[in-house]
T-cell receptor
Framework: DAGITQSPRHKVTETGTPVTLRCHQTENHRYMYWYRQDPGHGLRLIHYSYGVKDTDKGEVSDGYSVSRSKTEDFLLTLESATSSQTSVYFC????????????FGQGTRLTVV | QQQVKQSPQSLIVQKGGISIINCAYENTAFDYFPWYQQFPGKGPALLIAIRPDVSEKKEGRFTISFNKSAKQFSLHIMDSQPGDSATYFCAASIRGYQKVTFGTGTKLQVIP
């Protein structure tokens, strides 16, 4: 597996609380992504980063924010968790833009109760 | 339109049979079409990819067929094995852009 570590791997949180998921890479890849995976929806892009402090929104960014202060770390924050944000979250990295291979982490299963 | 439509949602194939998963897209600017394979509890991993300048790409038992005029591409798994049981995602992207658009996934089960 590519050097991608997501933490935590599982989390249960209450509605209204903030939650931060961490993605750490050891590959020195420029691009990092956060996706959510839901049945019937496949993988949907939340936010992505194309460099330190350079981030942009994906297709389902409402209720999420990200930060990238170092090349190796990309944080996803749910500002006030809702039940609709119960999902499996995947971090991915790539060396180049969209037409290069993306390497995915193992995922974080988040349950909002 | 950035959508990629994938079918079927689920597929059951006998061992040794051919598994076929289809995808269709609308944006003619897409120029890279990867397929990802995901086993339970794991992240997706690149299986095979094709660019629109070729109509077919084969890697072992896995083949992508690409029809540019119809804006469709498909994954064929020959001699399907129980170890191929996984979820498969087609995707599409544009050179120079970071975003990759994924299909909704096909859960394949290969039964002995």
């Amino acid at each position: 597996d590519a050097g991608i570590t997501q933490s935590p791997r599982h989390k249960v949180t209450e509605t209204g609380t903030p939650v931060t998921l961490r993605c750490h890479q050891t590959e020195n890849h420029r691009y990092m992504y956060w996706y959510r995976q839901d049945p019937g929806h496949g993988l949907r892009l939340i936010h992505y980063s194309y460099g330190v402090k350079d981030t942009d929104k994906g297709e389902v960014s409402d209720g999420y924010s990200v930060s990238r202060s170092k090349t190796e770390d990309f944080l996803l924050t749910l500002e006030s968790a809702t039940s609709s944000q119960t999902s499996v979250y995947f971090c991915a990295i790539s060396e180049g833009t969209g037409n290069t291979e993306a390497f995915f982490g193992q995922g974080t299963r988040l349950t909002v109760v | 339109q950035q959508q990629v439509k994938q079918s079927p949602q689920s597929l059951i194939v006998q061992k040794g049979g051919i598994s076929i998963i289809n995808c269709a897209y609308e944006n003619t600017a897409f120029d890279y079409f990867p397929w990802y394979q995901q086993f339970p509890g794991k992240g997706p991993a690149l299986l095979i990819a094709i660019r629109p300048d070729v109509s077919e790409k084969k890697e072992g038992r896995f083949t992508i067929s690409f029809n540019k005029s119809a804006k469709q591409f498909s994954l064929h798994i020959m001699d399907s094995q129980p170890g191929d049981s996984a979820t498969y995602f087609c995707a599409a992207s544009i050179r120079g852009y970071q975003k990759v658009t994924f299909g909704t996934g096909t859960k394949l089960q290969v039964i002995p």
